[in-house]
Every structure is written in C-alpha cells, then in structure tokens.
C-alpha cells in the first residue's frame, strides 16, 4: 500500500507594504495563488491536499514563518480528514514561528476523526515578544449525519503555544467516561478551541474588551452548543465549545474571530472567500 508523505514551507514577508507568500512543497500538498481580499496588508492562502485525506503512515508537514511585520492567514477548502487506518498512524504536523511585530492566524476547516481511524493532530506555535497569533481547532468524532458513529479507533491532539500552551489529548472511542460522562465530553462528539496568544502580556483593557465581546456571542448560542472563554495566562485567550455536530460551533469561532480582530488588532474581519463556497 503507498504511503503519502507530504510537506510545506510557507514564509511570509513584508515587501513594499505587500506580505508577500514564497512556499515550496514535495508531495501532494499545495499552496493556492494568494489572496488579497482586505489589501496589501495581509496575505490568505489556501492550503490543499490533493488526495483529500490521511490514512495509516500518511504524513502532512506544514513549516510556516511569518518575518516581522508580515501578516498571513491559512486556511483550507475543506475538512481535515483521518480515515480509517489499518497499516499504522497517521500524522498531520504543522510548525509555525512568528517574528517580532508579525502576525499569523491559522483557520482551518474542522477535522473529522473517521471510524476506526489512528490519527495524531500535532500543531506548535513560537512567537517572539511582539508577535501574535490566533488559531482554531474544531474536531468532529464520527460522521453522525451520515449515521457513522466513532466506534473503534483514536485521535491524539497536542497543541502548544511555545511557553505559554500546552494542551494533550487522547480521544479513544472505546473510552466511555471521556466521551460520554459529565466531566468528559457528556455525549457530544465535536470539540473545538480558538486561541488568541501574544508574545508578551496583554494590557488589562485590551484583555477584558475581547473576553467581554467573546462572553456577548457566547450567551446568545443556541442551547445545543455549550461554550466558555477565559484567559488562562496574561497572554493568551482561550475559547471552548462542545456540540453535536460541527455547524453552531463554526458559527461561533467564526463570530469571536470577527470580535477579537476588532477589540485585540483594530480590524474588520474580511472572511476568506472559499468559506462561502
């Protein structure tokens, strides 16, 4: 059986006020012609993979670097897929270092976590003092619309901000108590986290207007998604949600990041055509 192994290099870079997106790739993972929807300020890519998914000893690595002063965003077409694994992991590995006065936000589609599937989800953020950052993660277990539920197999998530954030997690389908119990995810089988992190602290004014913002969209959710934001350290916000399905918690993310461009960086929130589509 072949066996995909994929890799990206991304870097961003302030030239004549443009950012401007160099990339080099080996294997079936491409860049798209970048985007300019809210000027020359911030460059959106789209990130692709041909093949459309992940299955045993397949592996994405995605290496991006955002030079001072530069502001890129990355997003993609589609869903993350780990598919059923029978020869081993699967493996998507994404790095990421932001220099001083740069800024990266890092917008992916959801991830689905298919029956019987061996995945690991692995994201690492560096930021220098003055770089910022936000970045989501939205997970689905299963395909419940289409009456396939995450019976057999796991999906592992290590997501680190570099100093600030670690985060671990093993999500095994035959381990009830985390799925299923009050102190778990109580039944529901989408998980997501939204993070806005800083390199140095943040001012207690800048601070409270995003959580305050964040804390309006939540209270007005529909009772289905339960959700909460804190600020775990004095440079990071964090945002949680738990659902059924994928759609109310995607409407959320997609609400706080429009808030959080606005109260933390003083920008509307062009939103990346392809999430139209």
């Given amino acids: 059986m072949s066996r995909w192994h994929a890799q990206l290099d ?7 006020a443009r950012t401007v997106a160099r990339f080099s790739h080996k294997g079936p993972l491409r860049v798209l012609q970048s985007l300019y929807p809210e000027g020359d300020a911030v460059c959106h890519n789209v990130l692709v993979h041909p093949p459309g998914g992940l299955v045993g000893g397949d592996t994405l690595d995605i290496q991006i670097e955002v030079a001072s002063n530069a502001h890129g965003l990355v997003t993609t077409p589609g869903a993350t897929r780990f598919y059923r694994s029978e020869h081993g992991l699967a493996t998507q590995n994404v790095r990421a270092k932001i220099a001083d006065h740069a800024r990266l936000e890092w917008l992916p589609l959801e991830t689905l976590a298919y029956n019987a599937c061996h995945g690991l989800n692995h994201t690492v953020f560096d930021l220098a003092p003055t770089a910022e950052m936000m970045a989501w993660d939205l997970t689905a277990l299963g395909l419940p619309h289409a009456h396939q539920p995450f019976e ?5 998530q290590h997501m680190e901000v570099r100093g600030l954030w670690l985060e671990r997690g093993r999500l095994q389908a035959q381990d009830q108590r985390l799925l299923n119990s009050a102190v778990g995810l109580a039944g529901h089988r989408c998980l997501g986290t939204f993070i806005f992190a800083s390199g140095s602290a943040l001012t207690s004014d800048r601070r409270n207007a995003a959580l305050e913002a964040a804390r309006e969209l939540v209270a007005q959710s529909p009772p289905e998604l339960l959700a909460g934001v804190t600020a775990p350290n004095d440079q990071m916000l964090v945002l949680r949600t738990l659902s059924a399905v994928t759609e109310p918690a995607q409407n959320l993310l997609r609400s706080v990041w429009t808030v959080w461009r606005h109260h933390l960086w ?6 990346p055509r392809i999430w139209a589509m």
């Fill in 10 to 16: 991304i870097c961003y870079s302030l030239e004549n």
């Fill in 152 to 156: 057999q197999g796991q999906l592992q």
């Fill in 266 to 271: 003083q920008m509307s929130a062009q939103a």
